[in-house]
C-alpha cells in the first residue's frame, strides 16, 4: 500500500526531464525516473522532484534539519540545503529568516555530529591580524594607511561631478604566521582560530563571496567564533609558502587587482625571495599568464578549492584594497586601492614593451548573453554602429588584453571583471561603465580609470523596480548583480556626448 501511494504521488510530483537533468546517475543507470523518485525520495542526498519543489527545500532546510535531529538523523545533504539557505539570505534582505537559519545552526553545532562537521563546519575563534594583533602573528609593516578623496563618478549624459567622497586605503603588510592551513577558498587556520588576512572576509561582515561555502558567521560578533569546514587531514605539508589569494579565488578582477599586486608587498621584503607561491588550481589561462609575466621565475604551488594544505612557515601580504561583497555596505565605499601597488602592478606589466602606442580603436566588452543585460545585442549593435569593435575578453590571452587595452581612445562596456585591466589603459583614454541603476555608485573602477589618466563616465541601465535613490542605500546582491535592461535612445544621446571631441 505504501509502495503504491509513493508511486502514485511520484507520478504526480516528478518532471521526468528535469529529473534527470538534474541527476546524472539516476539518467546513466537507465531507471524510469518516477520509478527511482518513488523508491529512494527518502534517501541521500536530497533530489527536488521538479523545478518548483527545488526552492521549497531550501525554505524548509532549516525546520527538516530540526526534524532530522530530533529523531537523531542528522544528514549531510539536508545540511548542505542550510548552509546554502544561510549563504543565499546573507546577500538578501530577509533578516528574520536569516536569524532563524543562523540559530538552527547555532543550535546543531552545541552537539556536533559527522554530518554537522562536514556541511558547515567546526567551531574556530577569530583572529584579525590587523585589529587583534595576535602575539603568535609575526607582522611586517611595508604602507601606512591612507585616505582616499575621490567623487562619484559623473552619470551620463549629464557631466555633473558627483558627491566627494573619503575612504580609508588599507595599510600594507606581511604576516608570517608558524603551523598554518590553508583550506576552503583560501582561509587560513591556525592555532584553532580563522586568521582573518582579508579585509572583504572578516566574519564581521555578513557575507564573503565563496568564504561564505567554507565559514559559517552563525554566532554573535561579540562571540568571537565561527564555523569552519576543515578537513582533517591536509593533502600536503609545506615548509614554507606565501598566499597569493583570496576568497575571491579566481576571479579575475581579484585575482588580477587584489591578489597579484600582493607582488609589490613581496619584492619589498628579501627574506621572501625563492620561497614558493600558494595559488588556486583553477586560475583562467590568461591569469596564468600574468602571474608569470608579473613574478617570472618564482615557484608556484596550485592548491584546489577545499582542499587543505598545511605549512609551516605561512607567508601572508596584505590586500591593498577594501572591495567588501557585504550587501549592507554602499558600494562608494568599494573603492579603496593603494595607487603604489597599482602602480607596481602597472610598471611590471607594460615593462618592456613599445611607449608609442597606436590609439586609435573603440572597444566594447560584450560577453556572450551579455552581463546581465538584457537586450545585449541590441545595445552592441549600437555600439558597432559607432565604429566599436566588439569583444569577449575571455576569448583574449592577458597580452592580447593588455594590447587591447592600451590601444583604446574609447573602452565601454557593462562592469564587470574585464574593467580590472583598465590599469593598463593609456593616459586621456575615455570610460563608459554601464550598470545596474542599483549600483551607480560603485566606484572601484573609476578609480582604476583615475588612476591610469582615462575619464570614467557612469551609464545606468533600467529595471522596473528601481526607484529614485535607491542607488544610496544597501540593496540585496540578486537585486544589485541582476539582470537589467539598457535604453538604447539614452544610449544614442549618451554616446553623442562621449565620442564627442574635448575642449583643448
Request: hydrophobic share 45%.
Amino acid at each position: 500500500m505504501r509502495a503504491r501511494a509513493a508511486q502514485v504521488l511520484a507520478s504526480k510530483l516528478v518532471d521526468p526531464d528535469y529529473y534527470l537533468a538534474r541527476n546524472g546517475d539516476v539518467a546513466a543507470s537507465g531507471m524510469d525516473p518516477i520509478e527511482h523518485f518513488a523508491q529512494y525520495w527518502h534517501y541521500p542526498p536530497v533530489r527536488a522532484p521538479n523545478a518548483r519543489a527545488e526552492p521549497w527545500i531550501f525554505t524548509l532546510s532549516p525546520l527538516v534539519a530540526l526534524g532530522l535531529r530530533a529523531a537523531g538523523r542528522d544528514r549531510a545533504d539536508v545540511l548542505d540545503y542550510l548552509r546554502q539557505r544561510i549563504n543565499d539570505l546573507s546577500g538578501e534582505s530577509r533578516p528574520i529568516q536569516l536569524r532563524l537559519c543562523l540559530a538552527v545552526a547555532r543550535f546543531l553545532a552545541r552537539r556536533p555530529t559527522p554530518a554537522v562537521t562536514a556541511a558547515l563546519g567546526r567551531p574556530l575563534g577569530v583572529a584579525r591580524i590587523v585589529s587583534d594583533r595576535p602575539g603568535w602573528i609575526e607582522r611586517t609593516p611595508v604602507a601606512d594607511e591612507t585616505t582616499l578623496t575621490f567623487r562619484d563618478p559623473p552619470i551620463l549624459p549629464s557631466s555633473t561631478p558627483g558627491e566627494t567622497r573619503r575612504i580609508a586605503v588599507p595599510a600594507l603588510w606581511c604576516a608570517t604566521i608558524r603551523d598554518a592551513a590553508v583550506f576552503g577558498a583560501a582561509e587560513v587556520m591556525a592555532r584553532d582560530h580563522l586568521v582573518v588576512h582579508e579585509p572583504a572576509a572578516d566574519p564581521r561582515l555578513r557575507y564573503a563571496t565563496r568564504q561564505c561555502n567554507f565559514v559559517t558567521n552563525c554566532y554573535p560578533v561579540q562571540r568571537g567564533k565561527i564555523l569552519a569546514r576543515l578537513p582533517d587531514a591536509a593533502e600536503q605539508t609545506l615548509e614554507r609558502a606565501i598566499l597569493l589569494g583570496g576568497r575571491g579565488g579566481e576571479n579575475y578582477f581579484h585575482f588580477l587587482i587584489e591578489y597579484l599586486t600582493k607582488g609589490h608587498v613581496i619584492e619589498r621584503l628579501p627574506e621572501l625571495d625563492g620561497v614558493p607561491l600558494l595559488v588556486s588550481a583553477e586560475l583562467y589561462p590568461q591569469e596564468i599568464e600574468a602571474l608569470g609575466r608579473v613574478l617570472p621565475g618564482r615557484p608556484v604551488i596550485r592548491r584546489r578549492t577545499g582542499a587543505r594544505i598545511d605549512v609551516e612557515t605561512l607567508h601572508l601580504p596584505s590586500v591593498m584594497s577594501f572591495v567588501p561583497d557585504d550587501p549592507a555596505i554602499p558600494f562608494w565605499r568599494a573603492a579603496a586601492a593603494n595607487p603604489d601597488s597599482l602602480r607596481w602592478l602597472r610598471d611590471r606589466v607594460l615593462a618592456g614593451e613599445n611607449d608609442t602606442v597606436r590609439k586609435d580603436t573603440r572597444i566594447y566588452l560584450g560577453r556572450s548573453g551579455g552581463r546581465n543585460i538584457g537586450n545585449a545585442e541590441e545595445v552592441a549593435e549600437v555600439f558597432r554602429r559607432h565604429g566599436f569593435v566588439v569583444l569577449d575578453p575571455a576569448r583574449l590571452s592577458f597580452a592580447e588584453q593588455v594590447a587591447m587595452f592600451r590601444s583604446a581612445t574609447h573602452i565601454a562596456g557593462p562592469v564587470g571583471a574585464a574593467f580590472a585591466n583598465l590599469v593598463f589603459a593609456s593616459p586621456g583614454a575615455r570610460v563608459m561603465g554601464i550598470i545596474s541603476p542599483f549600483a551607480v555608485r560603485f566606484s572601484l573602477f573609476a578609480h582604476l580609470a583615475r588612476f591610469a589618466g582615462c575619464t570614467y563616465d557612469v551609464l545606468p541601465g533600467i529595471r522596473p523596480d528601481y526607484r529614485a535613490g535607491m542607488e544610496e542605500r544597501g540593496n540585496p546582491i540578486s537585486v544589485t548583480h541582476g539582470a537589467f535592461g539598457v535604453d538604447t535612445d539614452y544610449l544614442e544621446r549618451a554616446l553623442s556626448q562621449f565620442l564627442a571631441p574635448r575642449d583643448g
